[in-house]
T-cell receptor, first 113, second 114 residues
Framework: GESVGLHLPTLSVQEGDNSIINCAYS??????FIWYKQESGKGPQFIID?????DKRQGQRVTVLLNKTVKHLSLQIAATQPGDSAVYFC????????????FGSGTRLLVRP | GAVVSQHPSWVICKSGTSVKIECRSL??????MFWYRQFPKQSLMLMAT?????????EQGVEKDKFLINHASLTLSTLTVTSAHPEDSSFYIC??????????FGQGTRLTVV
């Protein structure tokens, strides 16, 4: 079936370094992609999104890159901080009326002080 | 961003009883609400999609008679876990959207069935 997967289950980075979290998706019909951050015991928190007509989008300290050719999505976090430690999920979906989101398996980001 | 509230945040119930979880959109009208289940160290799995005033659409493998979803108004959806068993213990999360906007997530409900 359709799936969204991640290459690395756990990523450990030094505080202040940049982090890159990767994601592969399989549904070529998806036209909307979102990165979420989830802290323990809480619901997902929206970080940044990107539509399929774009290949890059920047937010505050975060950048999402979309490569539709290889169905790859990445989240870059600049100057990683201890508060960035969490599990990060990518999700794919469509902007049609159903807007079903399929979530990837998640990557845990650990920030070393 | 918009606020979605779930209640309760956690609940413990006896095996065989039913539990109702509420999901409310506090500052917008949610035309569509989604219910997810998340087991420890796993991703969110979509259970069902509900549109206001119509029956929910369940994902494959999700028992509609066990997980009753009601979306009676544009600001409230409920998930009732009927005849709960220990294997139903999980983290249940709802999300809501208004039209073609992004989806906003609730804070989740931790269900423990003993």
């Amino acid at each position: 079936g359709e799936s969204v997967g991640l290459h690395l289950p756990t990523l450990s980075v030094q505080e202040g370094d940049n982090s890159i979290i990767n994601c592969a998706y399989s549904n070529s019909a998806s036209d909307y992609f979102i990165w979420y951050k989830q802290e323990s015991g809480k619901g997902p928190q929206f970080i940044i999104d990107i539509r399929s007509n774009m290949d890059k989008r920047q937010g505050q300290r975060v950048t999402v890159l979309l490569n539709k050719t290889v169905k790859h999505l990445s989240l870059q976090i600049a100057a990683t901080q201890p508060g960035d430690s969490a599990v990060y999920f990518c999700a794919e979906g469509g902007m049609d009326s159903s807007y079903k989101l399929i979530f990837g398996s998640g990557t845990r980001l650990l920030v070393r002080p | 961003g918009a606020v979605v509230s779930q209640h309760p945040s956690w609940v413990i119930c006896k095996s065989g009883t039913s539990v109702k979880i509420e999901c409310r959109s506090l500052d917008f009208q949610a035309t569509t609400m989604f219910w997810y289940r998340q087991f420890p160290k796993q991703s969110l799995m979509l259970m069902a999609t509900s549109n206001e005033g119509s029956k929910a659409t369940y994902e494959q493998g999700v028992e509609k008679d066990k997980f009753l979803i009601n979306h009676a108004s544009l600001t409230l959806s409920t998930l009732t876990v009927t005849s709960a068993h220990p294997e139903d213990s999980s983290f249940y999360i709802c999300s809501a959207r208004a039209g073609h906007t992004e989806a906003f997530f609730g804070q989740g409900t931790r269900l423990t069935v003993v």
